[in-house]
């Protein structure tokens, strides 16, 4: 089974439209969390991270997630999307249970249309 | 300052060959880290590298290996080469490591095995 999901495999919007993308992941115990982001022809790169603290995270281009412990999940949102965020958004996390090694979710594809 | 460098950028190759890949990092991140990329499997992590010594490892065959140098570049083998290698495989340098630090990736090395 999959330590790290994420549901929705495709999303299509319209600019202004808030996107939300959902994270679950089925570690116990300590875990630092991440989302990275992929633009087209581009490399992956850092959105936001959490390791401890509050559980509201902003990153950057106007991201941020919302870390619920009970819920194993760590969603990623964003009110009004731009065109310029059609991108695949990853979900990582790494788990002291999993011996700190970093799993990622399968990757979101979201296609923001003008 | 220069990003993470991958070489080679494509290469081809057959069943029971075996490749090299190279990786060198953001100047001063004594932390490597090696990801596999399929469309089926997603982004899984093969090994991280920290000052010279292997920290971690993923859930791969011995048939995967890989060393740092004194410099902190990277090298990841591949051998007895098998169709489901062909893969993107993506290095990460940080300064810190997988479990707290932000990852800078490459563009990757695209293999492909006939």
């Known amino acids: 089974a999959q330590s790290v999901s994420q549901h929705n495999h495709h999303v299509i919007l319209s600019e202004a439209a808030s996107l939300e993308l959902g994270c679950n992941y089925s570690y116990g115990g300590t875990v630092n969390l991440f989302w990275y982001v992929q633009y087209p022809g581009q490399h992956l790169q850092l959105l936001l991270k959490y390791f401890s603290g509050d559980p509201l995270v902003k990153g950057i281009k106007g991201f941020e997630a919302e870390f619920i412990k009970s819920k194993f999940s760590f969603n990623l949102r964003k009110p009004s999307v731009q065109w310029s965020d059609t991108a695949e958004y990853f979900c990582a996390v790494n788990a002291r249970a999993a011996g700190n090694k970093l799993t990622f979710g399968g990757g979101t594809r979201v296609l923001v249309k003008p | 300052k220069a990003g993470v460098t991958q070489t080679p950028r494509y290469l081809i190759k057959t069943r029971g060959q075996q490749v090299t890949l190279s990786c060198s990092p953001i100047s001063g991140h004594r932390s490597v880290s090696w990801y596999q990329q399929t469309p089926g499997q997603g982004l899984q992590f093969l090994f991280e590298?920290?000052?010279?010594?292997?920290?971690n490892k993923g859930n791969f065959p011995g048939r995967f290996s890989g060393r740092q140098f004194s410099n902190s570049r990277s090298e990841m083998n591949v051998s007895t080469l098998e169709l489901g290698d062909s893969a993107l495989y993506l290095c990460?340098?940080?300064?810190?490591?997988?479990?707290?630090?932000?990852?800078?990736f490459g563009e990757g090395s695209r293999l492909t095995v006939l």
């Open positions: 590298y920290f000052s010279e010594t292997q920290r």
């Open positions: 990460a340098s940080s300064p810190t490591g997988i479990v707290t630090g932000e990852l800078f």
